[in-house]
């Protein structure tokens, strides 16, 4: 039995080379087992077999009810039990249809949220400082910023793995570029514009 609901859904869902669609996410949500036994869960695969579940304690398989973030409750039933891993499916055609979409939707969420948080910026004001911790400011330029990281182009890079100030936000060295290095924040940035300033 194979979960159809998922065959026909656009964008977030991958080929991964074999006809076997897959959708990667990180949904958490609570499972019911029998009629009492509440246990936390997360969905973190679709595929036409199932949904794929991880958590904290081991799911038999059989029917249980489980409620993710953001959507109702669902009667699922599972099909394979993997120690603390599973797969279900709703046994409810319509809940079915319902939950593959819901699933699509909050994956592409997701990997919307995933593409903001790595989108490059070029700063109109290009001009900052480099400070090692413990040293003097250096001049330097942003080559591109995102909220989590940025390219900085300087004469004398730090070592990869160095902690230092970026204008004002403290960062660690990720690795060496041809003109300098790149490096990512320890606390993201709110926002980033090309009017941004370090």
Same mark, same amino acid.
């Given at each position: 039995m194979r979960n159809k609901a998922l065959a026909g859904l656009p964008m977030s869902v991958e080929d991964d080379g074999e006809n076997t669609m897959s959708v990667s996410l990180d949904l958490p949500g609570h499972i019911v087992v029998g009629e009492r036994r509440y246990a936390g869960t997360i969905l973190y695969r679709a595929t036409m077999e199932g949904l794929w579940f991880r958590g904290d304690v081991e799911v038999p398989v059989g029917d249980v009810h489980i409620t993710l973030r953001g959507m109702s409750r669902v009667h699922c039933r599972v099909v394979r039990s993997l120690g603390t891993h599973f797969v279900a499916m709703?046994?409810?055609? *319509?809940? #079915? /249809?319902? #939950?593959?979409? *819901?699933?699509? @939707? @909050? +994956? *592409? +969420? *997701? #990997? +919307?949220?995933? /593409?903001? /948080?790595?989108? /490059?910026?070029v700063p109109s004001n290009k001009a900052t400082t480099v400070t090692p911790i413990g040293g003097v400011p250096l001049p330097a330029e942003i080559i591109d910023i995102s909220i989590s990281g940025a390219a900085v182009r300087i004469a004398q890079k730090p070592q990869v793995g160095t902690t230092v100030m970026i204008g004002r936000h403290e960062a660690h060295v990720v690795r060496h570029l041809p003109e300098g290095f790149a490096a990512e924040f320890d606390r993201p940035l709110v926002l980033v514009t090309p009017e941004i300033e370090l």
């Open positions: 709703p046994v409810d055609g *319509q809940e #079915m /249809r319902n #939950m593959a979409s *819901q699933v699509v @939707a @909050a +994956a *592409q +969420a *997701q #990997m +919307a949220a995933v /593409r903001r /948080r790595h989108e /490059r910026v």
